[in-house]
């Protein structure tokens, strides 16, 4: 009995793999002296194996619980940035209805270009200045990104509603009386 072989290469997995002691290990697979196969798992170096398994474990499931969140955050991103986009294509059909137009906001409309440029990466907040010319935005940067589609309804909008249009909506900002150029 004492020569007995044993299949030391399932005995090393279970061990490593799992955290069951050597007597345990020796117990369960019907093996008397748990100092032989305690004298194989010091010679062959089992107890650096299973730390590195335990390791290597680990890792790959902090790998996969951050990819679960990255995904999680893009589709997040992808929706928010769905919904926007549509939020402008309303706003837009609101402002050029005829009859009865949607009463839109500045603070609406800054909200939401707020967002589009946290979602997008840009700045959305920006340090002021006295001087008009270097505070006014730069909507170059801020459409830049945008979808052609969304470019082409607000250059209609534009067109539409431009320079020697009247206003736009029933908004704060109000235009005076022969303050604008015929």
């Known amino acids: 009995m004492g020569n007995r072989k044993h299949d030391y290469s399932t005995l090393r997995l279970e061990y490593i793999q799992t955290d069951i002691s050597i007597r345990a290990l020796?117990?369960?697979h019907g093996i008397r002296?748990?100092?032989?196969?305690?004298?194989?798992?010091?010679?062959?170096?089992?107890?650096?194996?299973?730390?590195?398994?335990?390791?290597?474990?680990q890792e790959s499931q902090i790998e996969a619980l951050v990819t679960q969140r990255m995904e999680t955050v893009a589709t997040i991103h992808h929706e928010l940035l769905v919904a926007i986009r549509a939020a402008v294509h309303r706003y837009v059909d609101d402002v050029q209805r005829k009859e009865d137009p949607q009463s839109v906001s500045a603070r609406d409309?800054?909200?939401?270009?707020q967002q589009f440029l946290l979602l997008t990466g840009q700045a959305t907040a920006r340090s002021e200045n006295r001087s008009i010319v270097d505070a006014a935005p730069d909507f170059a940067a801020i459409l830049r990104d945008a979808p052609p589609d969304l470019l082409r309804e607000l250059a209609e909008v534009a067109r539409n509603n431009g320079a020697g249009a009247g206003p736009v909506g029933r908004g704060p900002l109000i235009v005076l009386e022969g303050t604008r150029s015929a």
Request: glycine letters at 6%; zero cysteines; proline letters at 0%.
């Open 33 to 57: 002296s748990w100092s032989t196969v305690n004298a194989v798992k010091k010679a062959e170096g089992w107890d650096d194996q299973r730390a590195e398994f335990k390791a290597k474990h």
């Open 109 to 113: 409309l800054i909200g939401l270009m």
């Open 26 to 28: 020796a117990e369960k």
